[in-house]
């Protein structure tokens, strides 16, 4: 007498104690050798066994931790340049057309810039900048110069 339906192979193995469909260790049915399978499975936190692959698909940015640090602090981007670099640059800065020599003095306008205090100033400059702090702006008016802040709240 002969069978008139065959239970399927995958319905015998499947969720009755046998995980692994007789093909032994888990990590033996899945393509790519032993490293987690096809795609991105394998490449987890510490496997590192497809770093080369993933950083090649996504850059070097993939792995570690990205996002807010530190979600009240916001990060003081204004650009800043000491007085000694703008006395070392005077002459730089005239050619550029960032300053000017007038009667008066050096008239330099570095509208986007903080102004700090470090070095000597030996010329009279008549500065224009975003912010400065207390010691540039007293260095500057004992030259005989002048300062002109855009954002008068910023004197520190």
Do not use: C, P
């Not at 049915?29 to 394998?42: D, L, Q, V």
């Not at 050619?95 to 020599?101: D, I, P, S």
């Not at 810039?113 to 100033?121: A, D, F, N, Q, R």
Request: proline share 0%.
């Amino acid at each position: 007498m002969k069978k008139t339906k065959k239970r399927k192979r995958s319905t015998r193995m499947h969720g009755r104690g046998m995980g692994t469909h007789g093909y032994g260790s888990r990590k033996k049915h899945k393509k790519s050798g032993h490293y987690g399978g096809g795609g991105m499975s394998g490449s987890g936190k510490r496997a590192d066994h497809k770093k080369t692959l993933v950083q090649k698909l996504y850059g070097h940015g993939y792995f570690g931790k990205q996002g807010i640090t530190s979600r009240g602090t916001k990060k003081d981007k204004r650009k800043r340049i000491n007085l000694s670099d703008i006395e070392l640059n005077l002459e730089r800065y005239v050619k550029q057309g960032v300053a000017k020599k007038t009667g008066k003095g050096f008239e330099v306008n570095l509208s986007s810039y903080k102004i700090l205090g470090e070095g000597e100033v030996k010329q009279k400059l008549l500065i224009k900048a975003l912010s400065a702090s207390k010691s540039t702006i007293e260095k500057i008016k004992e030259k005989g110069g002048d300062i002109t802040l855009l954002d008068k709240k910023r004197i520190i």
